[in-house]
T-cell receptor, first 113, second 117 residues
Framework: GQQVMQIPQYQHVQEGEDFTTYCNSS?????IQWYKQRPGGHPVFLIQ?????EVKKQKRLTFQFGEAKKNSSLHITATQTTDVGTYFC?????????????FGKGTKLSVIP | NAGVTQTPKFQVLKTGQSMTLQCAQD?????MSWYRQDPGMGLRLIHY???????DQGEVPNGYNVSRSTTEDFPLRLLSAAPSQTSVYFC????????????????FGNGTRLTVT
């Protein structure tokens, strides 16, 4: 069945270093979403990418959607302690309507001050 | 506008007990869903609904029941709790895509931490 895979599972960085998490799908995606979950919190929607090769920025966060629409990445420049949390990508479930999402297992980011 | 409200926040059950996790949203979202989150497993879909009177199974439905009598409410029932159901449960809702095929962003509740002993 459809899989959405994220790597790495964990990442520890020194504050100020950059961080990247990668998301790969076994099928072509019409769109991909990214969520952030702070420790003890709930997932919060960050952004949605819909176009092949699309790049979107939110302050220090850069999101990319691959040309083949099967992979995506989230890059954080100069991490801060406020970036701590787990980052999930999610893509539409194959064969489902435009509402079901399949989530990757997430990348847990730790930032060492 | 409260968004998605889940109750209770914490719950401890003994094996074999039953309980209902409540979820309500005030955004008039058609789609509502329940996920469980376990360490290293990400978010796994239990059940979902695309409108009142319509429910369907997700990836891990066994041991759980749902119903959708109104647009606002989507309770999750554990009929006979088992230790394997110890997890964090999230309710999430969204619009169902209209003119586009793109998924609408999911709005999550704060979660219910359930422990079954």
């Amino acid at each position: 069945g459809q899989q959405v895979m994220q790597i790495p599972q964990y990442q520890h960085v020194q504050e100020g270093e950059d961080f990247t998490t990668y998301c790969n799908s076994s099928t072509t995606l019409s769109n991909i979403q990214w969520y952030k979950q702070r420790p003890g919190g709930h997932p919060v929607f960050l952004i949605q990418l819909v176009k092949s090769g699309e790049v979107k920025k939110q302050k220090r966060l850069t999101f990319q959607f691959g040309e083949a629409k099967k992979n995506s990445s989230l890059h954080i420049t100069a991490t801060q302690t406020t970036d701590v949390g787990t980052y999930f990508c999610a893509g539409p479930k194959s064969g489902a309507g435009s509402y079901q999402l399949t989530f990757g297992k997430g990348t847990k980011l730790s930032v060492i001050p | 506008n409260a968004g998605v409200t889940q109750t209770p926040k914490f719950q401890v059950l003994k094996t074999g007990q039953s309980m209902t996790l409540q979820c309500a949203q005030d955004m008039n979202h058609e789609y509502m869903s329940w996920y469980r989150q376990d360490p290293g497993m990400g978010l796994r879909l239990i059940h979902y609904s695309v409108g009142a009177g319509i429910t369907d199974q997700g990836e891990v439905p066994n041991g759980y029941n749902v119903s959708r009598s109104t647009t606002e409410d989507f309770p999750l029932r554990l009929l006979s709790a088992a230790p394997s159901q110890t997890s964090v449960y999230f309710c999430a809702s969204s619009y169902v895509g209209g003119r586009t095929s793109y998924n609408s962003p999911l709005h999550f509740g704060n979660g219910t931490r359930l422990t079954v002993t």
